[in-house]
């Protein structure tokens, strides 16, 4: 009986074992993620408009209405990038997702306090190997690092009202996101 | 023999009690750092590097893109303040005021997170759209009828969520009491 209890316990421990693996495991093995949804309107280092939510129609879930919303798919692994994004009347931020839809950096227009939102998103490496400068430390230099070389930046830009969205999305339609290696040099 | 039995007894429960609670807890959303307030829960380390493995797993299969916490945060509501499942086919009456926020938006989902269609297109409100008192407070409609003032339909779904959105708001990760983040009421009035 004793031994049968046992075998019992040993079950239900690695029983836990195997639903920790299997939590940990499960994102890479997500077939409909975020990022595989995007791939195809979503070229690499671009910026595409993601499609305004319809009943029936919608990219992911949880997107919200009251916003348009554009995307830049990123590969670091030929060099960082650039992202310029113009601020809309009303509230724009910018999202930056890892491969797996891990949000690790997000600002909005306010914290940016400009007219534009510049950032340089690169890998860790990319940033050391950076020239040591002193014009690579001015503080108007905004670097964010990617944990990844691949992700996702999601741009959105409130329309406060319905009649508004048209503004917010040719706001959107003005942001940029290139290989910094095409950037013109000042 | 004895041991070879042993040994497959302890796998299947090994196999049953690993899958079933992996199933279980995905299949109800757990993540941990949630920030319950009244009927609304947000869980602010979700939009960040801290998020949890369950919310991670959780954001894999359902494919979304989880709001940033240096962006806004995002509270969910799945039943009114006693308790029960927001269903509608009843007029439900979201009154009160909302935390400091510059901007917010209220939308209307099914359980799933998509939105649901009906006859006037509206899904949602945001904070500049809707009517308020002098003091500032409002009250919102979710019903499946037409309301005067500020009516979300429902369309008659029996089972929905409600998502009240902050943006470039002080309230994160820190925030703890209700009472300094002032959430709208969740009323049922009737049933039809």
Redesign the interface.
């Known amino acids: 009986m004793i ?2 209890l046992l ?2 316990l ?15 495991l ?2 890479r093995t ?1 077939t ?3 990022y ?2 995007l791939s195809p309107i979503a070229p690499v280092n671009a910026v595409a408009p993601v499609p305004q ?4 129609n ?1 990219v ?3 997107m ?4 348009a919303a554009a995307v830049c798919r990123y590969d670091l692994s030929e060099g960082s990038i650039k992202l310029s994004v113009p601020v809309s009347p ?2 724009t ?1 910018v ?3 890892t491969r ?9 227009d ?2 940016a306090g400009r007219r534009l939102i510049e950032l340089e998103l690169m890998t860790s490496n990319q940033r050391s190997q950076l020239p040591e400068d002193e014009e690579v430390t001015a503080a108007d230099r905004l670097i964010v690092e990617s ?1 990844t070389n691949t992700g ?1 930046i ?1 741009l ?1 830009a ?4 319905p009649g508004l969205m048209p503004v917010a999305q040719s706001v959107l339609s003005m942001a940029t996101c290139r290989p910094e290696s095409q950037t013109p040099k000042h | 023999m004895r041991l070879l039995l042993g040994l497959l007894l302890a796998l299947i429960i090994a196999a049953a009690v690993g899958l079933g609670a992996t199933w279980q807890t995905l299949s109800h959303g757990v993540a941990f750092g949630a920030v319950p307030i009244g009927p609304w829960t947000a869980w602010p380390k979700t939009g960040s590097r801290e998020i949890d493995p369950y919310a991670r797993a959780n954001i894999a299969r359902s494919g979304e893109l989880p709001i940033g916490s240096g962006d806004g945060v995002a509270f969910i509501a799945h039943t009114d303040d006693t308790g029960r499942p927001l269903d509608g086919r009843c007029d439900v009456l979201l009154s009160g005021v909302t935390p400091q926020a510059r901007f917010w938006t209220l939308t209307f989902y099914n359980p799933q997170g998509y939105l649901i269609g009906n006859s006037v297109n509206r899904q949602g409100f945001t904070s500049q759209e809707i009517l308020r008192r002098a003091d500032g407070s409002f009250d919102i409609f979710v019903a499946p009828r037409a309301r005067s003032g500020n009516w979300l339909p429902t369309n008659g779904v029996d089972s929905y969520l409600l998502v009240l959105r902050l943006y470039d708001s002080p309230v994160g990760v820190e925030t703890r009491a209700a009472r300094e983040v002032p959430m709208p009421a969740i009323a049922v009035q009737t049933c039809s």
């Open positions: 031994r049968w075998w019992l040993a079950g239900a421990l690695l029983g836990g074992v195997v639903h920790l693996v299997a939590v940990l499960l994102p997500a409909n993620d975020a595989t949804r939510p319809l009943p029936q919608e992911m879930p949880f919200d209405p009251a916003f009303a509230y931020s999202s930056f997702y797996r839809g891990i949000a690790y950096y997000a600002i909005n306010r914290a944990p996702l999601l959105r409130l329309a406060p009202e």
